[in-house]
T-cell receptor, first 119, second 111 residues
Framework: GAVVSQHPSWVICKSGTSVKIECRSL??????MFWYRQFPKQSLMLMAT?????????EQGVEKDKFLINHASLTLSTLTVTSAHPEDSSFYIC???????????????FGPGTRLTVL | QKEVEQNSGPLSVPEGAIASLNCTYS??????FFWYRQYSGKSPELIMS????GDKEDGRFTAQLNKASQYVSLLIRDSQPSDSATYLC???????????FGKGTKLSVIP
């Protein structure tokens, strides 16, 4: 199978602190990973595209200096929420793209998500 | 603007029945098509991917793709209460891994 892990699964922090979330593809290499945010009863919102070895591409309205993304290897991307505030409380989900060399098809697998609560 | 449209539901079916979920997309250049299942409070789980016209079956699930009509569907046979979830249709365009999601259809399977 294709497994994507996220750590931590939940975190509670004080306003003004920074939180780092890790996303790992466990059994495949992913040149492209994505970060999403989801508020209760709302749709997934794409925050940024993370490519290994290059700068992330952020969606309109997402502050790149607040949401720092690093894709240091083919199996790891990190999202750091800097100076978190209560309005940053949300469910953060990563996904990793697996490409099948036989036919160049690709599938995107999601991590289990990280629930962030900022007090 | 690429769009993916789904009936938001809720779609209610009795246990054991066939659930039929539909999706249309606006970008004729879309190349890959996916169905995800998302339980409340959980992340999406890939259940089907389809890339060419026709049907693709995997267990109780069948995905159908018609590129001429820009239409993709998911059939769930012998629906179970555990199938109750929101089903997300997603597509990618040529040369892109970025998914464009529909808003999802909420399915309820009634015991």
């Amino acid at each position: 199978g294709a497994v994507v892990s996220q750590h931590p699964s939940w975190v509670i922090c004080k306003s003004g602190t920074s939180v780092k979330i890790e996303c790992r593809s466990l059994d495949f290499q992913a040149t492209t990973m994505f970060w999403y945010r989801q508020f209760p009863k709302q749709s997934l919102m794409l925050m940024a595209t993370s490519n290994e070895g290059s700068k992330a591409t952020y969606e309109q309205g997402v502050e790149k200096d607040k949401f720092l993304i690093n894709h240091a290897s083919l199996t790891l991307s990190t999202l750091t929420v800097t100076s978190a505030h209560p309005e940053d409380s949300s469910f953060y989900i990563c996904s990793a793209t697996r490409t099948y060399s036989a036919n160049s098809y690709n599938e995107q697998f999601f991590g289990p998500g990280t629930r962030l609560t900022v007090l | 603007q690429k769009e993916v449209e789904q009936n938001s539901g809720p779609l209610s079916v009795p246990e054991g029945a066939i659930a039929s979920l539909n999706c249309t997309y606006s970008d004729r250049g879309s190349q890959s098509f996916f169905w995800y299942r998302q339980y409340s409070g959980k992340s999406p789980e890939l259940i089907m991917s389809i890339y060419s016209n026709g049907d693709k079956e995997d267990g109780r699930f069948t995905a159908q793709l018609n590129k001429a009509s820009q239409y993709v569907s998911l059939l769930i046979r012998d629906s179970q209460p555990s199938d109750s979830a929101t089903y997300l249709c997603a597509v990618t365009g040529a040369g892109s891994y970025q998914l464009t999601f529909g808003k999802g259809t909420k399915l309820s399977v009634i015991p």
